[in-house]
């Protein structure tokens, strides 16, 4: 088969569809992988349209081809001929802070829904898209291109993270968010049991007609996009989550690789956490660079971001296949995928600090070592590109044989 796939600037996302153009010309397909930000719309239509492809796979929100029109109201994804496969490694409209914008999108996927399909890392997401009436939804999981396996050797890091982070969440302005009161309450119940779900509080907000005529005009008009705005004014708290988390630490060092959001240039208290025991190091300027520091860190902290109720993340995979360990919050996808969440999952902070004291002490070396090798075993069994695209072809392939 022929595809297309879109590049982005954006290197987490880049790498994401590099590795599925990747997987797919192993498999013997053909990909275009294409750069289309110099494209204008009718250019970037016209030459789409003009290739022989089955699909076009767009593997973010960002892409050129899930923009909005600037001729007209609709989206470029329907002025495609082809059939479109959207990957969702974000919440679907996280990105979005417009609920006309997010409700104009959705009406959009629903109009190609017959020549689209949805893969998303969120269990809600698919939930999400059917109740709009969009059939061809489905769960996918990440993978990782690293390829590093665990050595038992001394770590050069104690207990790192890498990613953004403010300080705290008593000092982010909840009142800059529409319904930040409300949102606020939600990231501090997260804060206290890490296995928390936010999107029942999100379906019960918008219940309320009062809280909706705070939020304008649009809120009544479709409650799916309500909530998913919602959702996108709660996922602005993840930063200063992740910071509250780890101010608890205070009996181990803590390194912190690019999570100053100000890069050093603002020394205000909600940016960067001051604390003795947490030192900033610089971003990792090739991705690459994130493996080695995985793969040299006792303990690397994984905190998920608010827009995810149930899914793994990126960083909890790229770790495992840099041969690092991970400590992750507690999610419900990573206890049925891996039998030994339990012992590397958080519920609330109290436990994530036993948890730090237990693998860091060198009494336990063993065991932190034999559950590194086995988890990464377990993973790179199961959760590699190849399957992932075959995953993807087959549910395709399944639901094309049920509709003809």
């Not at 994401?16 to 992988?33: D, P, S, Y």
């Not at 959207?86 to 829904?113: G, M, Q, R």
């Not at 689209?116 to 109740?131: G, I, M, Q, T, W």
């Not at 036993?354 to 990464?376: P, Q």
Request: glycine share 4%; hydrophobic share 40%; with cysteine.
């Amino acid at each position: 088969m022929k595809f297309i796939i879109e590049s982005s600037a954006v290197p987490i996302y880049n790498r994401i569809a590099t590795a599925f153009a990747k997987t797919l010309m192993e498999f013997g397909h053909t990909v275009h992988f294409i750069d289309a930000s110099g494209f204008n719309e009718t250019d970037f239509v016209n030459t789409i349209n003009g290739i022989e492809i089955d699909y076009y796979i767009s593997t973010n929100e960002l892409n050129v081809v899930q923009k909005q029109s600037e001729l007209d109201d609709s989206f470029l994804f329907g002025k495609i001929q082809a059939k479109i496969i959207f990957v969702h490694h974000d919440n679907l409209f996280s990105a979005f802070h417009s609920i006309s914008y997010i409700a104009s999108k959705l009406e959009a996927l629903i109009n190609i829904s017959q020549r689209s399909y949805h893969f998303c890392l969120e269990a809600s997401n698919v939930d999400l898209l059917k109740a709009a009436g969009i059939p061809n939804a489905a769960k996918i999981n990440h993978a990782s291109e690293f390829t590093a396996t665990p050595i038992e050797t001394q770590s050069q890091w104690g207990v790192t993270f890498i990613g953004h982070l403010m300080s705290s969440l008593n000092l982010y302005p909840a009142d800059s968010v529409p319904g930040g009161q409300h949102l606020q309450v939600m990231a501090w119940n997260r804060f206290s049991q890490s296995s928390y779900a936010v999107q029942p509080d999100i379906e019960n907000l918008v219940k309320d007609p009062y809280l909706l005529a705070s939020l304008g005009p649009d809120a009544d008009k479709n409650l799916l996009a309500t909530q998913q705005f919602l959702m996108a004014g709660l996922n602005k708290f993840s930063s200063p989550l992740r910071g509250q988390l780890i101010s608890t630490i205070k009996n181990h060092r803590v390194d912190i690789f690019g999570g100053d959001l100000s890069y050093g240039r603002i020394k205000d208290p909600l940016l960067v956490l001051q604390q003795s025991n947490v030192h900033y190091q610089p971003a990792t300027e090739n991705y690459q660079d994130a493996c080695g520091i995985y793969q040299s860190s006792r303990i690397n902290l994984n905190i998920s971001s608010l827009q995810f109720d149930s899914a793994v993340n990126n960083r909890i995979f790229d770790v495992v296949f840099s041969g690092g360990f991970v400590l992750t919050d507690k999610r419900s996808d990573l206890i049925d995928i891996c039998s030994f969440s339990s012992e590397i999952c958080f519920e609330t902070p109290e436990e994530m600090n036993e948890k730090i004291s237990y693998y860091s002490h060198t009494a336990n070396t063993a065991r932190y070592f034999d559950l590194k090798v086995a988890i990464h075993e377990l993973f790179k069994s199961n959760f590699t590109y190849a399957n992932a695209v075959d995953h993807i072809l087959k549910r395709i392939a399944a639901r094309m044989m049920q509709t003809t």
